[in-house]
């Protein structure tokens, strides 16, 4: 199993997703991905190993992303769900000023840079 070294975790859904997030953030986290799906034992893996973190879910506003936050949802109750806004549909494809203010809302440090539109 696992071990995680920072409090917090962000998990999204692809590898891309997993880069552009971890170029925004400035705080020490961990970033996990799903790759678009989640096996019985990766998430019997993810309950032990996350139940003392506090977990933030950061997916596609797609109907794919939608179905593994349910999934989510129902496995760490207690997770915080992040949500882009539903014109950039892939977390990947949200520009960074937008994903900077979401993370900024859920209590996530981002690099300041970030968060000027232009």
Known sequence: MRILAHDKVIIVEGTSDR???KTIVKEP???????????????DEWIDILYDKDVYVLVDADSAGE??????????????HLYIDKMYRE???APEFH?????IAA?????????DRG
Request: contains cysteine.
């Open 67 to 80: 179905k593994l936050r349910k999934q989510l949802k129902r496995e760490f109750p207690r997770a915080e």
């Open 19 to 21: 880069r552009k997030v």
């Open 29 to 43: 986290i961990e970033i996990i991905c799903t790759n678009g799906t989640i096996s019985a034992s990766l998430l």
């Open 91 to 93: 977390v990947a494809s």
């Open 99 to 103: 994903l900077a203010a979401v993370l």
């Open 107 to 115: 209590n996530i440090e981002v690099h300041t840079q970030y968060l």
